[in-house]
């Protein structure tokens, strides 16, 4: 599976605003809207095939996972009977994932991350791409 920067950048979005004084726990069905994808097969395709909500869910699962490996979230795994994909319970955003959404945060920002990686994108590192959305904020600021 390709990583997605756009997916990345958006489930931090979601995380940082995300109220954690309240009991609850943030996992891979928070980011997948049940009414957008069926959990139901098509009943005349191969049994081996994912349903579009278990697809996604894999989608967001091997994100989580990438911004867990990255020091972006503190996570615990939470695997599910019967499903295809691994659970997290998210506890909280880093220190290190808010430095990142930082350098990413803004719409225009990003716009201008993206254009200047251009067909570079898919192997520029988070890094690379946190130090580029640093140095366009630097040359905004004049410093």
Not at 43 to 70: C, K, N, V
Not at 86 to 115: A, C, E, Q
């Amino acid at each position: 599976m390709k990583r997605d920067l756009e997916l990345l950048r958006e489930i931090l979005l979601r995380l940082e605003e995300d109220d954690y004084t309240k009991i609850h726990k943030i996992t891979v069905e928070t980011f997948v809207d049940p009414l957008d994808l069926s959990d139901e097969k098509d009943p005349f395709g191969d049994p081996r095939d994912l349903s579009p909500f278990e697809q996604e869910a894999m989608r967001i699962s091997y994100h989580l996972q990438l911004l867990l490996d990255e020091g972006f979230i503190e996570a615990a795994e939470a695997p599910i009977l019967g499903r295809t994909y691994k659970n997290f319970y998210i506890k909280r955003m880093t220190s290190r994932g808010h430095d990142y959404l930082d350098s990413v945060r803004s719409p225009r920002l990003w716009k201008s991350i993206k254009d200047k990686l251009g067909d570079l994108a898919e192997s520029a590192s988070l890094a690379t791409i946190s130090a580029l959305g640093q140095t366009i904020i630097k040359n905004q600021l004049g410093i």
